[in-house]
Nanobody
Framework: QVQLVESGGGLVQAGGSLRLSCAVS????????MGWFRQAPGKERDIVAA????????YYADSVKGRFTISRDNAKNTMYLQMNNLRPEDTALYYC?????????????????WGQGTQVTVAS
């Protein structure tokens, strides 16, 4: 099993920025494709962004394209989500997730390792 710990959430004004981090331990980080998901109260857990094991390919939900950037540092066993120009609708609990293998997936059910989540709140 791999352990994931998110950090970097908080309260920010609309238009502001945050950088989330996901520290991974327990197994070799570069064996995993990774994703960021978010879940607002009363809603399903949705994909935000995902990245292949090698970082050569990334995916973004339409709602965050051009504002969010996913990256990973395999030497530091850490994944990041840089979030710029935040909007109130970005408010949610953000989770990082890992799945064994090269390719990312966009469905939450395809990931079997999850962090505990970090809250992002964007005030208007």
């Amino acid at each position: 099993q791999v352990q994931l710990v998110e950090s970097g959430g908080g309260l920010v004004q609309a238009g502001g920025s945050l950088r989330l981090s996901c520290a991974v331990s327990g197994r070799t980080f570069d064996n995993y494709a990774m994703g960021w998901f978010r879940q607002a109260p009363g809603k399903e857990r949705d994909i935000v962004a995902a990245i292949r094991r090698s970082s050569r390919s990334t995916y973004y939900a339409d709602s965050v394209k051009g504002r969010f950037t996913i990256s990973r540092d395999n030497a530091k066993n850490t994944m990041y989500l840089q979030m710029n120009n935040l909007r109130p609708e970005d408010t949610a609990l953000y989770y990082c997730a890992a799945r064994g293998g090269t390719a990312y997936r966009t469905a939450a059910d395809d990931y079997d390792n999850w962090g505990q989540g970090t809250q992002v709140t964007v005030a208007s």
